[in-house]
């Protein structure tokens, strides 16, 4: 029991996130880096990036099926994203818990959305659902009509694994140890 409780609290995983359109946009590209390089994870890929819209397609596409889907893979092809790949003991759920709800209106203050973002888009899924209106192209490049949320993070550490491999190509994660590794871990 007390070797297995061990192992799996020393388990080392790796996340894939990204500052989405608005937070670039937004000029919160230092803000959000900092949050993670400050709790002590280890960056190992950063790159800013305009993604297409089969690779936006191919990262959410558990979500396909979703009403909003067409507006989430605007919103992400409507301008440059940024690309991290970190790494470090429950990196997955730290980052969540770092990142916060899905929807900023109910994000935790102290969180990245909580503290960075208020909503999603200025309609509600229902107006969609009930067919009043369509996603529209014209809406992506302020995402009116959008997803907004800011940033990215990977839900597991499978997929985290997925993600790095989707949106790095070979040669662009680095392997490098941190001077401070001896002080944040045994
Ligand atoms: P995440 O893991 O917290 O990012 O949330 P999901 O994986 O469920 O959804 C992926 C992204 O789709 C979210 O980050 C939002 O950008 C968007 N999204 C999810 N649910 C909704 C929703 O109910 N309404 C809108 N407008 N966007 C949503
Ligand atoms: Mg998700």
Redesign the pocket.
């Known amino acids: 029991f007390l070797p297995h409780l061990v192992a799996s609290m020393e388990q080392v995983d790796q996340t894939y996130i990204m500052i989405k359109p608005d937070g670039v946009q937004r000029g919160l590209v230092g803000e959000i880096i900092s949050r993670f390089e400050k709790k002590g994870f280890l960056l190992k890929g950063l790159k800013l990036f305009e993604c297409t819209k089969e690779l936006a397609e191919e990262h ?1 596409k558990d ?1 396909r099926e979703k009403p ?1 889907f067409p507006k ?1 893979i605007d919103y992400i092809t409507s301008g440059p994203v940024v690309c991290m790949a970190w790494e470090g003991v429950g990196v997955v759920a730290s980052a969540r818990k770092l990142i916060g709800a ?1 929807n900023p209106l109910q994000a935790e203050p102290g969180t990245i959305r909580g503290d960075l973002a208020i909503q ?2 200025s309609f509600s ?1 229902v107006v969609f659902a009930l067919g009043l209106l369509k996603p529209c192209k014209e809406s992506h490049s302020y995402g009116k009509l ?2 907004r ?1 800011v940033v ?1 993070g990977s ?1 597991s550490p499978e997929n985290g694994l997925r993600e790095i491999e989707l949106w790095f190509k070979e040669g662009e994660l680095c392997q490098w140890t941190q001077i401070q590794a001896p002080w944040l871990r045994e």
């Open positions: 959410y979500l909003f989430l899905t999603t888009g899924e959008s997803c949320n990215h839900d």
